[in-house]
C-alpha cells in the first residue's frame, strides 16, 4: 500500500511541478509565485487524492449494480444494457462476413474475411453517402438506399449469390430485445425518418433487402460502438473483455456473469453489458466533485443535467473546459494582461485538438504560442506557461476519472470470478486516447494503482465499429452452430 502510494504521488507531481518541451523541462517555478499559487488555487478542484478516486469507483460500482437489478435498472443512471453477445471470439471463427456501420451522413459497408491463419483479418469497405432528403424522409426510403449500396457492394466483391452474415453498427439510441432485435427509441444526429421510432430497425433492413430480391443476408447481428470494440481486439487477443470508448463521447463495455443480469433469464455463461457509464452521475451522485467549470459547462450545453459523467472526460467538452478556466484566469488578470480575444470568449472557441498540441513533449511551448496568436490573444512566457498548465490538469483529471471507472469494472470482473489475481486486455478506441500525448499513459498508472489485482493490457483498436461487427456476427454464428451440434447429439442419444 505504502508503495502504491509513493507511485500515486510521483504520477500526480508531474501535475504540479514540470512538464517536457522540446527546449527542456518547464519549471513552474519560473511563473511568479504569486500568480502561480493564485492559479493553482482555481485549479485544485480538478485534483483527486487516491481516496477519492477510490471513492468515485466505489459509487459507480454501485450503480453498477443498481443498472443490472430487475427492480432498479429503470431509475439507475449507469444504464447497464444487455448486449446478448454471449462471448468474445475464440479465433475458430472462419468465413467471410459484411458489416454495416451507420452513424451520421455517411455509412459504410465492408466485407470481412476471416482467413485460416488465427489471426488473418481482410477487410474491404466502400463509404456510401446519405443525401439529407432521405435523413428526413420515410425510413422505408432511407433502408432502400441503404439495401441498394449493400448490393452495390456486393456486385463489386462478386459476393452476390452468397448468404453472409452481417453485423450493423446502428448508432442511434436503441433498446435491444435480442442480437438480431433493436428498437429505435429515437433519432439524433439530423435524422427524422419516419416510421423508424419504435421499430425493429434489423425487421426494416431485412425487409429492404427482400424488396429488392436480388441478394440476400443469412443473418444480422446488432452491434454498439464499444462493443464492436471489444470484438475486435478480442480476436487479436483472446483474453480481452472490456472495450472502452474515450473519444467525442466515453462508453465502455465487459463481460459480465448471467447470474447477475437480473434482466435476462439464464443464469449461465457470460453476456456482455454495454455500461453507458457516460450517464454515471445524472442522480447527482458526483455533485460533490463538480467543478465551477463544469457546472457551467453543463448549463450551457443542449443537454443539462444528464451525461454528467461524459462531460468531465469525453473529447466533445474538454476543449470547452480549457477554455472556461482560461476565460475566469483572464478576468481575475491573472492571464493575458486580464484581456480575452473574440475566441476565446465564443463557446467552442478553444478546441479539443490544441489540448494534445500543448501537450506534446516535443514543441509543445512552441505550439502553445502558435495556437495563443491564432486565438487573437496577446500573451507572453508565462502566459504559455500557465496555458500548459491549464490544459494539463484538465486532461489529467480526464484521464484519472476515466481510470477510476475502468478500474471499478476490472476489480468487478475479478471478484465476481472469485480470483485473486485477473489478467486480462481491455480494448480501447477514440481520439483523445489515441491523439492525446499524455492521455493513455496516465490513464494506465492510475489504473494500477486502483486496480492492484489486476495485470492489465491496452489493446488499441484499428476498426472496432468495421471488424468488429462482423466478428460479433461470426461469434453469433459459431455458437449457433455450436448450439445445433448438441441438440442433434441429444436426439441421436434419445
Same mark, same amino acid.
Given at each position: 500500500?505504502?508503495?502504491?502510494?509513493l507511485?500515486f504521488?510521483?504520477?500526480m507531481?508531474?501535475?504540479?511541478?514540470?512538464?517536457?518541451?522540446?527546449?527542456? &523541462?518547464?519549471n #513552474?517555478d519560473?511563473? /511568479?509565485p504569486?500568480t502561480?499559487?493564485k492559479?493553482?488555487?482555481?485549479?485544485?478542484?480538478?485534483?483527486?487524492?487516491?481516496?477519492m478516486l477510490?471513492?468515485?469507483?466505489?459509487?459507480l460500482r454501485?450503480?453498477?449494480?443498481r443498472?443490472?437489478?430487475?427492480?432498479?435498472h429503470?431509475?439507475?443512471p449507469?444504464?447497464? #444494457?444487455? &448486449?446478448f453477445?454471449r462471448?468474445?471470439?475464440?479465433?475458430?471463427?472462419?468465413?467471410d462476413?459484411l458489416?454495416?456501420?451507420?452513424g451520421?451522413? @455517411?455509412?459504410?459497408?465492408?466485407?470481412?474475411?476471416v482467413g485460416? %491463419?488465427p &489471426?488473418?483479418?481482410?477487410?474491404d469497405s466502400q463509404i456510401c453517402?446519405i /443525401?439529407q432528403?432521405?435523413m428526413l424522409?420515410?425510413g422505408?426510403q432511407?433502408?432502400?438506399h441503404?439495401?441498394?449500396c449493400?448490393?452495390?457492394?456486393?456486385?463489386?466483391q462478386c459476393?452476390?449469390?452468397q @448468404?453472409l452474415?452481417?453485423?450493423?453498427t446502428f448508432?442511434?439510441?436503441?433498446e435491444?430485445?435480442?442480437i438480431?432485435?433493436?428498437?429505435l427509441?429515437r433519432w439524433t444526429?439530423?435524422?427524422?425518418?419516419s416510421?423508424?421510432?419504435?421499430?425493429?430497425?434489423?425487421?426494416?433492413?431485412k425487409d429492404?433487402v427482400h424488396?429488392?430480391?436480388?441478394?440476400?443476408i443469412?443473418?444480422v $447481428?446488432?452491434?454498439?460502438?464499444t462493443v464492436?470494440?471489444?470484438?475486435?481486439c478480442?480476436y487479436?487477443?483472446?483474453?480481452?473483455?472490456?472495450?472502452?470508448i474515450i473519444?467525442?463521447?466515453?462508453n465502455?463495455?465487459?463481460?459480465e456473469?448471467?447470474?447477475n443480469?437480473?434482466?435476462?433469464e439464464?443464469e449461465?455463461?457470460r453476456?456482455c453489458i454495454n455500461t453507458e457509464?457516460?450517464?454515471?452521475?445524472?442522480?447527482?451522485?458526483?455533485?460533490?466533485i463538480?467543478?465551477?467549470f463544469d457546472v457551467?459547462?453543463?448549463q450551457?450545453?443542449?443537454n443539462?443535467?444528464v451525461?454528467?459523467?461524459?462531460?468531465m472526460?469525453?473529447g466533445?467538452?474538454l476543449?470547452e473546459?480549457v477554455r472556461?478556466v #482560461?476565460?475566469?484566469l483572464?478576468?481575475l488578470?491573472?492571464?493575458f494582461?486580464?484581456?480575452a480575444?473574440?475566441?476565446?470568449?465564443? /463557446?467552442?472557441?478553444f478546441?479539443t485538438?490544441?489540448?494534445s498540441h500543448?501537450?506534446?513533449?516535443?514543441?509543445g511551448l512552441?505550439?502553445?504560442?502558435?495556437i495563443?496568436?491564432?486565438?487573437?490573444?496577446?500573451?507572453?512566457?508565462?502566459?504559455?506557461h500557465? !496555458?500548459?498548465?491549464?490544459?494539463h490538469t484538465?486532461?489529467s483529471?480526464?484521464a484519472?476519472?476515466c481510470a477510476? $471507472?475502468?478500474?471499478?469494472?476490472?476489480n468487478?470482473i475479478? =471478484?465476481n470470478?472469485?480470483l485473486?489475481?485477473?489478467k486480462t486486455?481491455v480494448? =480501447?478506441?477514440g481520439?483523445v486516447y489515441?491523439k492525446h500525448p499524455k492521455?493513455s499513459?496516465?490513464?494506465? $498508472? !492510475?489504473?494500477r494503482l486502483?486496480?492492484?489485482?489486476c495485470?492489465?493490457t491496452f489493446?488499441?483498436?484499428e476498426?472496432g465499429?468495421g &471488424?468488429?461487427?462482423a466478428m460479433?456476427a461470426a461469434?453469433?454464428?459459431r455458437?449457433?452452430?455450436q448450439s445445433?451440434?448438441? %441438440?442433434d447429439?441429444?436426439?441421436e442419444?434419445?
Amino acid at each position: 500500500m505504502w508503495t502504491n502510494q509513493l507511485l500515486f504521488q510521483a504520477v500526480m507531481s508531474s501535475v504540479n511541478t514540470s512538464q517536457t518541451d522540446g527546449d527542456g &523541462t518547464l519549471n #513552474l517555478d519560473s511563473v /511568479p509565485p504569486e500568480t502561480l499559487h493564485k492559479v493553482q488555487a482555481h485549479l485544485e478542484p480538478f485534483r483527486f487524492s487516491m481516496a477519492m478516486l477510490r471513492e468515485i469507483s466505489e459509487r459507480l460500482r454501485k450503480d453498477l449494480v443498481r443498472g443490472l437489478g430487475r427492480h432498479t435498472h429503470h431509475k439507475a443512471p449507469v444504464k447497464m #444494457l444487455p &448486449t446478448f453477445v454471449r462471448a468474445t471470439p475464440d479465433r475458430t471463427e472462419k468465413g467471410d462476413f459484411l458489416a454495416l456501420d451507420l452513424g451520421g451522413t @455517411n455509412f459504410r459497408v465492408l466485407h470481412v474475411r476471416v482467413g485460416e %491463419e488465427p &489471426t488473418v483479418l481482410k477487410t474491404d469497405s466502400q463509404i456510401c453517402a446519405i /443525401p439529407q432528403e432521405l435523413m428526413l424522409g420515410s425510413g422505408e426510403q432511407l433502408f432502400d438506399h441503404i439495401a441498394a449500396c449493400l448490393g452495390q457492394f456486393l456486385t463489386a466483391q462478386c459476393l452476390e449469390n452468397q @448468404n453472409l452474415p452481417l453485423g450493423f453498427t446502428f448508432s442511434f439510441p436503441c433498446e435491444q430485445k435480442e442480437i438480431d432485435k433493436s428498437i429505435l427509441i429515437r433519432w439524433t444526429k439530423g435524422f427524422r425518418c419516419s416510421g423508424v421510432e419504435g421499430h425493429d430497425v434489423v425487421k426494416l433492413l431485412k425487409d429492404a433487402v427482400h424488396r429488392r430480391g436480388d441478394y440476400d443476408i443469412s443473418s444480422v $447481428a446488432m452491434v454498439n460502438d464499444t462493443v464492436g470494440t471489444m470484438m475486435s481486439c478480442g480476436y487479436k487477443d483472446q483474453s480481452c473483455e472490456i472495450g472502452l470508448i474515450i473519444g467525442t463521447g466515453t462508453n465502455a463495455c465487459y463481460m459480465e456473469e448471467m447470474k447477475n443480469v437480473q434482466r435476462v433469464e439464464g443464469e449461465d455463461g457470460r453476456m456482455c453489458i454495454n455500461t453507458e457509464w457516460g450517464g454515471f452521475g445524472d442522480d447527482g451522485a458526483l455533485r460533490d466533485i463538480l467543478t465551477e467549470f463544469d457546472v457551467a459547462l453543463d448549463q450551457m450545453s443542449i443537454n443539462p443535467g444528464v451525461h454528467t459523467f461524459e462531460k468531465m472526460i469525453s473529447g466533445m467538452y474538454l476543449g470547452e473546459l480549457v477554455r472556461l478556466v #482560461l476565460l475566469k484566469l483572464v478576468q481575475l488578470k491573472l492571464l493575458f494582461q486580464g484581456r480575452a480575444s473574440q475566441a476565446l470568449l465564443s /463557446p467552442g472557441g478553444f478546441h479539443t485538438k490544441f489540448m494534445s498540441h500543448i501537450e506534446e513533449e516535443d514543441g509543445g511551448l512552441e505550439n502553445t504560442g502558435t495556437i495563443l496568436s491564432g486565438l487573437g490573444l496577446d500573451w507572453d512566457g508565462v502566459d504559455a506557461h500557465l !496555458t500548459r498548465l491549464v490544459c494539463h490538469t484538465v486532461s489529467s483529471r480526464s484521464a484519472r476519472l476515466c481510470a477510476a $471507472a475502468l478500474a471499478t469494472l476490472l476489480n468487478r470482473i475479478r =471478484v465476481n470470478r472469485g480470483l485473486d489475481h485477473l489478467k486480462t486486455t481491455v480494448g =480501447v478506441d477514440g481520439t483523445v486516447y489515441k491523439k492525446h500525448p499524455k492521455f493513455s499513459r496516465d490513464l494506465q $498508472a !492510475t489504473v494500477r494503482l486502483l486496480a492492484p489485482l489486476c495485470d492489465v493490457t491496452f489493446l488499441v483498436s484499428e476498426d472496432g465499429s468495421g &471488424t468488429g461487427a462482423a466478428m460479433v456476427a461470426a461469434v453469433a454464428q459459431r455458437l449457433a452452430l455450436q448450439s445445433r451440434l448438441i %441438440e442433434d447429439s441429444d436426439e441421436e442419444e434419445e
